[in-house]
């Protein structure tokens, strides 16, 4: 998912609504309906997180992240939360698909909505006119994946 920014309008209101408030950020809440409880949350990330996620696969994770800090188009690269949070990802999606453990092609389905807010470009490569996206996208390439 990639949010945008709000247009001006949108961006003032949100501005105005939560700086007037002292505490609670001022929006309301009435309308949103709830769909599950904070105990089904706490439910469903343990069972993510029993996913099985063998040490070839999450050693895949960790050299993706490090050569985002190795890379010399990037600037600034991803930290170890980020390879916990590839894993973490990686590990819903299996879930959601009904498998019991993570593959390569999970991590590498979690790299751009995980790292793009992680990475930063060196300011030549993002004035050319790259996206992170595309350095992501053209990193992975380099980084064999394990066969499992």
Known sequence: MLIDYPDVVNETWVVKAVSSRASGG???????????TPQDII??????????????????AVNIVRATRQHSAISLGAGTRGAISLVRIAKSYAL??????????????????????????APEIAISGQTVDDMLTSLLKTIEAPRV
Do not use: F, M, N, W
């Not at 439910?43 to 895949?60: P, R």
């Not at 790292?115 to 930063?120: A, E, K, T």
């Open 26 to 36: 001022g929006l309301s809440t009435s309308t949103v309906q709830q769909v599950c």
């Open 43 to 60: 439910a469903a990330q343990e069972e993510a997180a029993a996913v099985q996620a063998v040490d070839q696969v999450v050693d895949y």
């Open 96 to 121: 959601l698909e009904g498998r019991g453990y993570i593959t390569p092609a999970d991590v590498k389905r979690a790299v751009l909505p995980v790292l793009r807010h992680r990475v930063q470009l």
